[in-house]
C-alpha cells in the first residue's frame, strides 16, 4: 500500500512498499502527482513490470560514460580503447549534463542531424563552420552511445523502459572506397618512400600493398610471428578479432628480410616496426602517419588513404585471378560481399580481356 506523506519543505513524498518488491520513494510538488505515481507504479508490481527509475534519472550522461570508459573499454582492444575515448568527446559535449533517463530517441536524433551537418565545427578562430561530417563517424559514436545503455540497463540495474538508440535510424555506411594508384602515382610514391630517412616507412608500404594488411595489422608484428622460411606471417589480433595466417610473396618476404635485419634495432623490443621509448620507457609500434601524410602532400596524392594501399592490393589479387575464397583467406574479410567492396577491376584490364575473347 503507498503512503503519500507531506515533508517539512512543502513537497509530497510517495512511498511504495509491496512484498517482493524494494521499498519505492519518489518526491514530487504536487499531492495529485505524488498520488498518480504511487498508483501506477503498484500497478506496475502488480503486472511485474515495474522499472526502478531513481537511479537512472539520478546518474548523468557524463558519470555513465566516465564510468563505462573505465570499466568496459579497457576490455576491449587497445585500438579500440583509444576510438572510443576519441568518441566520447563529441557525446559528451551534447548529453554530459543529461541525466540517462532523460535521454529520448528524439534528443538522440537531433544529435545526429547535428553531428551529420558538422554544425557543431569551429574554425582556427573559434567562430562557426558548419561542414558535413562523415556518416560512418556519427554511425560509430551512436554505435558507442547504444551500447553505453545496454550495459547501464542489463549491468548496472538502471531503470529505463528502452534502449532509446534502438528506436532512431542510424546513418547509412558511406559507398566503398574505389581509390585505385595509377603507374605513374606508385611509382613517383613508392620513389619517396623508399628515400625517406628511416628505411621502417618504405618498408611498410611496400608490405601493405603486397599483402593487402591493414596498418595495426604491420605495425603491431612481433619477429616471432613472421616465419620466413616458410613465407607467411600469423597475424593474432585484427580488425574482425580473428586470426589469420597471411601468406608471403617474394616482394614481400624480401621487404621482411630487410626490415628483421634493420641494422639499427635495439635489443629492447621484438617489434618488428619500432619507435622510440615513450617516458615510461616502453617501446611502441612505429607511428608513421604524420610522416605518410607529409610524403602524400609531397607528391601530390593528399587524396590516397593509406587503407588504400589495401583496397590496391586486394583488387591485384582478384586480377591475378585468385578465388574470392582465396582473396579473403589472404584480407581476413568474412564475407564474400566485403572482398567484392574492396574489388574494382580497371576498366582498361578488362577492355583488354574483351579484345582477346573476340581475337579467340
Known amino acids: 500500500m503507498a503512503t503519500i ?38 500497478d506496475d508490481m502488480v503486472r511485474g513490470v515495474f522499472i526502478q527509475r531513481a537511479p537512472s534519472e539520478r546518474m548523468t550522461f557524463e558519470k555513465a560514460m566516465e564510468r563505462y570508459l573505465k570499466d568496459v573499454t579497457p576490455l576491449k582492444r587497445p585500438s579500440t580503447q583509444y576510438a572510443e575515448r576519441m568518441r566520447s568527446t563529441a557525446l559528451l559535449a551534447f548529453f554530459g549534463k543529461y541525466s540517462i533517463a532523460a535521454i529520448s530517441s528524439d534528443l538522440i536524433a537531433k544529435y545526429r542531424d547535428a553531428r551529420l551537418a558538422g554544425d557543431d565545427r569551429r574554425n ?64 613517383t610514391l613508392m620513389d619517396a618512400v623508399d628515400k625517406h630517412s628511416n628505411p621502417m616507412m618504405g618498408w611498410i608500404v611496400h608490405i601493405a600493398i603486397e599483402t593487402g594488411m591493414r596498418s595495426s595489422e604491420i605495425t603491431s608484428l612481433r619477429k616471432s610471428q613472421v616465419l620466413l622460411d616458410r613465407r607467411i606471417v600469423r597475424l593474432v589480433e585484427t580488425k574482425n578479432t580473428t586470426s589469420r595466417t597471411v601468406p608471403l610473396n617474394l616482394a614481400a618476404t624480401e621487404f621482411f628480410k630487410q626490415a628483421l635485419n ?99
Open 262 to 360: 634493420n641494422p639499427i634495432r635495439p635489443t629492447d623490443t621484438d617489434l618488428v616496426f619500432f619507435g622510440e621509448p615513450g617516458k615510461d620507457g616502453t617501446r611502441r609500434p612505429y607511428n608513421f602517419n604524420k610522416i605518410w601524410l607529409g610524403i602524400k602532400k609531397d607528391v601530390g596524392v593528399t587524396d590516397f588513404k593509406f587503407h588504400d594501399l589495401r583496397h590496391e592490393a586486394v583488387s591485384r589479387f582478384v586480377e591475378s585471378g585468385l578465388s574470392d575464397q582465396e582473396v579473403a583467406s589472404i584480407s581476413g574479410h568474412k564475407s564474400m560481399q566485403m572482398v567484392r567492396r574492396y574489388t574494382h577491376l580497371r576498366s582498361e584490364d578488362l577492355v583488354a580481356k574483351l579484345d582477346g575473347l573476340e581475337k579467340s
Open 124 to 187: 582556427k578562430k573559434g567562430e562557426p563552420d558548419p561542414k558535413p561530417r562523415s556518416p560512418n563517424t556519427v554511425r560509430l559514436e551512436i554505435a558507442l552511445l547504444g551500447h553505453l545503455f545496454t550495459i547501464a540497463m542489463k549491468e548496472w540495474g538502471l531503470g529505463l523502459p528502452s534502449n532509446p538508440v534502438s528506436s532512431i535510424r542510424r546513418p547509412a555506411p558511406g559507398p566503398g572506397r574505389d581509390r585505385r594508384l595509377s603507374a605513374d602515382e606508385e611509382k
Open 5 to 42: 506523506a507531506k515533508t517539512p519543505s512543502g513537497t509530497w513524498k510517495a512511498i511504495v512498499r509491496k512484498t517482493g518488491w524494494p521499498t519505492t520513494i519518489k518526491t514530487f510538488r504536487l499531492k495529485k502527482d505524488a498520488e498518480d505515481w504511487a498508483r501506477k507504479a503498484e
